[in-house]
Protein backbone atom coordinates (compact mmCIF):
# COMPACT_ATOMS: atom_id res chain seq x y z
CA UNK A 1 0.00 0.00 0.00
CA UNK A 2 1.21 3.39 -0.90
CA UNK A 3 0.41 6.75 0.92
CA UNK A 4 1.04 10.58 -0.13
CA UNK A 5 1.02 12.97 2.76
CA UNK A 6 1.03 16.51 1.53
CA UNK A 7 1.72 19.46 3.98
CA UNK A 8 2.25 23.36 3.56
CA UNK A 9 -0.75 25.13 1.36
CA UNK A 10 -2.70 27.82 2.78
CA UNK A 11 -3.70 31.10 2.13
CA UNK A 12 -0.88 33.93 0.86
CA UNK A 13 -1.07 37.04 -0.73
CA UNK A 14 0.30 37.74 -4.44
CA UNK A 15 3.77 37.95 -4.67
CA UNK A 16 4.18 35.88 -1.79
CA UNK A 17 5.97 32.19 -1.49
CA UNK A 18 4.98 28.72 -0.28
CA UNK A 19 6.63 25.92 -0.12
CA UNK A 20 4.53 22.11 -0.49
CA UNK A 21 5.88 18.84 1.08
CA UNK A 22 4.42 15.11 0.24
CA UNK A 23 5.71 12.15 1.70
CA UNK A 24 5.10 8.58 0.75
CA UNK A 25 5.42 6.06 2.58
CA UNK A 26 4.58 1.78 1.86
CA UNK A 27 6.37 0.18 -1.17
CA UNK A 28 8.58 2.65 -2.73
CA UNK A 29 10.26 1.51 -5.84
CA UNK A 30 13.30 3.18 -5.74
CA UNK A 31 12.96 4.29 -10.02
CA UNK A 32 9.99 6.25 -9.58
CA UNK A 33 8.94 9.86 -10.49
CA UNK A 34 7.12 12.24 -8.48
CA UNK A 35 4.91 15.30 -9.26
CA UNK A 36 3.11 18.12 -8.31
CA UNK A 37 -0.94 18.68 -10.02
CA UNK A 38 -2.84 20.95 -9.77
CA UNK A 39 -7.03 21.60 -10.51
CA UNK A 40 -8.88 24.58 -9.76
CA UNK A 41 -12.33 24.58 -9.53
CA UNK A 42 -14.40 23.60 -13.82
CA UNK A 43 -10.67 23.04 -14.84
CA UNK A 44 -8.99 19.62 -15.34
CA UNK A 45 -5.82 18.46 -13.27
CA UNK A 46 -2.89 19.60 -14.59
CA UNK A 47 0.66 19.30 -14.43
CA UNK A 48 2.71 21.68 -12.14
CA UNK A 49 6.16 19.91 -11.79
CA UNK A 50 7.84 16.72 -11.63
CA UNK A 51 10.85 15.03 -10.98
CA UNK A 52 12.24 11.66 -11.56
CA UNK A 53 14.82 9.50 -8.89
CA UNK A 54 17.35 10.73 -10.70
CA UNK A 55 17.01 14.37 -10.48
CA UNK A 56 15.55 15.46 -13.64
CA UNK A 57 12.81 17.97 -13.53
CA UNK A 58 9.68 19.03 -15.97
CA UNK A 59 7.77 22.32 -15.78
CA UNK A 60 5.13 23.63 -17.80
CA UNK A 61 5.92 27.23 -19.04
CA UNK A 62 3.45 28.33 -16.13
CA UNK A 63 5.25 27.02 -13.63
CA UNK A 64 8.87 27.83 -15.38
CA UNK A 65 10.70 30.75 -13.67
CA UNK A 66 9.04 30.63 -10.38
CA UNK A 67 8.29 27.23 -9.09
CA UNK A 68 11.15 24.36 -8.23
CA UNK A 69 10.64 21.13 -7.09
CA UNK A 70 13.03 18.91 -5.38
CA UNK A 71 13.02 15.59 -3.53
CA UNK A 72 14.86 13.37 -1.18
CA UNK A 73 15.33 9.97 -2.23
CA UNK A 74 16.31 9.02 1.44
CA UNK A 75 12.80 10.22 2.67
CA UNK A 76 10.47 9.23 -0.28
CA UNK A 77 9.88 13.17 -0.26
CA UNK A 78 9.17 16.10 -2.69
CA UNK A 79 9.18 19.05 -2.57
CA UNK A 80 8.05 22.24 -4.74
CA UNK A 81 9.19 25.82 -3.88
CA UNK A 82 6.35 28.24 -5.15
CA UNK A 83 7.65 31.89 -5.21
CA UNK A 84 5.74 35.22 -7.37
CA UNK A 85 2.18 33.51 -6.72
CA UNK A 86 -0.29 34.84 -8.47
CA UNK A 87 -4.15 34.88 -7.87
CA UNK A 88 -4.56 32.29 -10.89
CA UNK A 89 -2.53 29.76 -8.95
CA UNK A 90 -5.11 28.89 -6.52
CA UNK A 91 -6.19 25.34 -6.98
CA UNK A 92 -5.91 22.19 -4.83
CA UNK A 93 -2.67 20.77 -4.89
CA UNK A 94 -1.93 17.17 -5.36
CA UNK A 95 1.00 15.05 -4.95
CA UNK A 96 1.54 12.39 -7.60
CA UNK A 97 3.94 8.94 -7.41
CA UNK A 98 4.29 7.25 -11.22
CA UNK A 99 6.11 3.79 -10.55
CA UNK A 100 5.83 0.56 -12.48
CA UNK A 101 3.29 1.64 -14.52
CA UNK A 102 0.88 2.78 -11.15
CA UNK A 103 -0.02 6.14 -10.30
CA UNK A 104 -0.96 7.07 -7.03
CA UNK A 105 -2.51 10.51 -5.38
CA UNK A 106 -2.19 12.60 -2.28
CA UNK A 107 -5.46 13.66 -1.20
CA UNK A 108 -4.55 17.21 -2.01
CA UNK A 109 -3.72 20.64 -0.28
CA UNK A 110 -5.31 24.04 -0.97
CA UNK A 111 -3.10 27.10 -1.72
CA UNK A 112 -5.41 30.50 -2.19
CA UNK A 113 -3.31 33.42 -3.91
CA UNK A 114 -5.11 36.64 -2.90
CA UNK A 115 -5.12 39.90 -4.88
Known amino acids: QVQLVESGGGLVQAGGSLRLSCAASGSIFSINTMGWYRQAPGNQRELVAS???????NYPDSAKGRFTISRDNAKNTVYLQMNSLKPEDTAVYYCGLTMRGYNYWGQGTQVTVSS
Open 51 to 57: ITSRGST
